[in-house]
């Protein structure tokens, strides 16, 4: 991507900010700042952070600067058409995984999109690949000191990471990762890992060049690939099954001890995933430290766990006996059975329904990607409460709406119960004693 410099167009200027008292109104368009273009919401936030500055606008076709102080750090006023300042940057990697390309046909448009925005992992901790970052858009995360990022690597070895992602400009990871740690900043690291293509030797190459890369790199995640029935045409793909996820345990918890004396952290965490699927109990909240890892689903259930705990200690039992129907994915569903056990000296008793994913096809086993016509498959003909209980995550992040595009008002006349939501232990706790 080439850096293409063109004016922001202001929407709103808010009342009695500095912006407002100079003079700035709605309709200018904003070209520099300081005398440096203005490309993004990246440079505008770190622009505006300065006292003195002289704004280079255009009002009704003709040039005009405005000259102002403010104080440091404080908000300019100035709101624009949109949240980034410029388009999302769009995926090039056709990687073996792309979880977007295994999604069935006429899912809503939005599910289709792929983002690689650098913007995006900053200031929402998405992760990027740096692949579809041109040399001179690279220069601007370092002269903007953009820490930290949140960066899929997947393999540093250059032949096996363009195989991975099937883009010739993905080789040069190491080189770029090499040039934020020598700028002095960091970032975190996450490894998406296929049988047979990552695995192995090539995994443990990886770790040792991310190692050499400490404290730049901050942590990072290992997942197991996501594969959904909707494969056709592309790379073949297989998962890890109970045998050869010990494996992989095998070979990064001795590593995370090594890296805890070397270090002062583990550095390496395994998603929860790992230990689902190998039939073995997960590791203590401790072994997560400061949970960086959490989007990725390391120490997920460790967290759920204590602030269930936490909040359950300070609930009283119940007057009367409730009893609630709480519905889950396949994979935790072992972990919630035994934890939900605690709620009953309370007087609560719960009901716990594994929800396959069939919408998928049955191989992936989340929370998170459970369908509204799953739920429908599966409960339809079971007795249960009212209200029914299901994680927040099965839904759209700012919409009632699953990910088969079923409303959550669908599901509820679907099944004759109500549908309240939680997010975390916590909030789960709150449901279930405020009934």
Known sequence: MEICVKGQPITFVEHGTPAEKAGVQCGDVLFRINDTPVIDLIDYEALTAQRALKLDLEREGKPLSIVLRKDEYEPLGLCFETTLMSRMMTCRNHCVFCFIDQMPKGVRSSLNVKDDDWRMSFIMGNYVTLTNVSDAEFQRILDRRVSPLYVSVHATDPAIRTKIMRNPSAGKIMERLTQLKN??????????????????????????????????????????????????????????????????????????????????TRLVFLSDEWYLNAGIPLPKPEAYEEYDQIENGVGLLRMFEEDFRYALSEQQNRKEPKRFSIAGGTAAYPFFRELYKELEPYGIQTDLFPIPNLWFGGNVHVAGLVTGSDLLTELQDKSLSDPLLIPKNMLRETEDVFLDGMLLSEVERALGVSIRTFSDGTELILRVFEE
């Open 183 to 264: 700028a002095g900043l960091r970032f975190n690291a996450q490894i998406v890992l296929c049988r047979g293509l990552n695995d192995g030797e090539v995994l443990q190459k990886s770790l040792s060049d991310l190692t050499s890369l400490v404290p730049a790199c901050s942590s990072v995640a290992i997942v197991p690939v996501g594969v959904t029935k909707y494969r056709e045409g592309l790379t073949e793909l297989g998962t890890f099954d109970s045998e050869q996820s010990i494996a992989v345990i095998e070979t990064v918890e001795p590593l995370q001890k090594e890296y805890l004396a070397r270090f002062g």
